[in-house]
């Protein structure tokens, strides 16, 4: 899994070193609409995705496209302005090399981030949902191929994929706080086009509670790596399941944008619980 990032991880580690920053602890994804999210650092330095070797093209309105780097707690934290996306065309070893850099630069911690379509009912527009489980409809895996040091097959033990203690604890602060954190299962489909008035039934048959097109590669590939995984969707859209009303990507972008200030309110805790 680290093959591919060398070079990459020799030139952040020179920028880092350069900054004061001996190692980094945490890693955060802000997927589409959510760079106001970004969290505050100390001695932060900022990296455009085009300066790191064989950081795969990406380019879709709403993600920044950069990599900020700095200091909380005292420990070193990445945070991703953006990602790479299966629906671009790229393959899965692209959509998860930022992960993968994250784990060759020492990254044990992952806070993910995404916008996604409410499946539940009881949702509604703005509120941020706990992932505590998956349901992978991308007709992909991202560890498929890959072998250990033994030469075995990539069998991934994913009971407890999104830390349930970690997830406990944001609950538990969320409802002190009085913040919209609702909790389900994240169905992950390839996109790009939103979804038919029968595929929403379907996914919601099945379990879902949400629906996106990003996030679940990474979760997989950040857990066979040893991280702790802790996914948070904003649901930017809902539907009557009966008779779906169109979406468009600004819309998304703009219930994104407006769920920024809760969604730092809560990577600011999910830090204090894993650095603190």
């Known amino acids: 899994m680290k093959e591919g990032v060398s070079e990459a991880a020799s030139r952040l580690r020179a920028i880092l070193a350069d900054a004061g920053i001996s190692s980094l602890r945490v890693g955060i994804v802000l997927g589409s609409g959510l760079g106001e999210a970004a969290p505050g650092l100390e001695d932060e330095v900022e990296i455009p995705f085009a300066g790191i070797p064989g950081w795969p093209p990406s380019a879709v309105p709403g993600h920044r496209g950069v990599l900020r780097c700095g200091r909380r707690y005292g420990e070193g934290v990445w945070v991703q302005l953006g990602r790479p996306h299966f629906y671009e065309g790229l393959g899965m070893r692209?959509?998860?090399?930022?992960?993968?850099?994250?784990?060759?630069?020492?990254?044990?911690?992952?806070?993910?981030?995404?916008?996604?379509?409410?499946?539940?009912?009881?949702?509604?527009?703005?509120?941020?949902?706990?992932?505590?489980?998956?349901?992978?409809?991308?007709?992909?895996?991202?560890?498929?191929?890959?072998?250990?040091?033994?030469?075995?097959?990539?069998?991934?033990?994913?009971?407890?994929?999104?830390?349930?203690?970690?997830?406990d604890a944001l609950v538990e602060r969320a409802r002190a706080a009085g913040w919209p954190l609702a909790e389900g299962t994240l169905v992950g489909v390839a996109g790009p086009s939103y979804e038919t008035g029968a595929e929403l039934r379907f996914l919601r048959l099945v379990g879902g509670d949400a629906v996106s097109m990003s996030l679940v590669p990474e979760a997989l590939v950040a857990r066979y790596l040893g991280m702790e995984v802790t996914g948070v969707c904003v649901i930017t859209n809902t539907w009557d399941l009966r008779k779906p009303h169109p979406v468009s990507h600004g819309e998304v972008l703009e219930t994104s944008r407006q769920a920024c200030g809760l969604l730092r309110e809560v990577i600011d805790c999910w830090m204090e619980l894993v650095l603190g």
Do not use: C, Q, W
């Not at 959509?95 to 995404?114: D, I, K, Q």
């Not at 499946?119 to 527009?125: I, M, R, T, V």
């Not at 890959?146 to 203690?165: I, K, M, Q, T, W």
């Open 94 to 167: 692209e959509v998860t090399f930022p992960v993968r850099l994250m784990a060759e630069l020492g990254v044990r911690n992952l806070f993910l981030s995404n916008a996604a379509g409410g499946l539940n009912p009881a949702f509604e527009k703005g509120v941020l949902m706990l992932v505590r489980d998956h349901i992978n409809l991308m007709g992909e895996n991202p560890l498929r191929g890959v072998r250990d040091l033994s030469g075995n097959p990539a069998f991934l033990d994913v009971s407890d994929l999104y830390r349930e203690s970690i997830g």
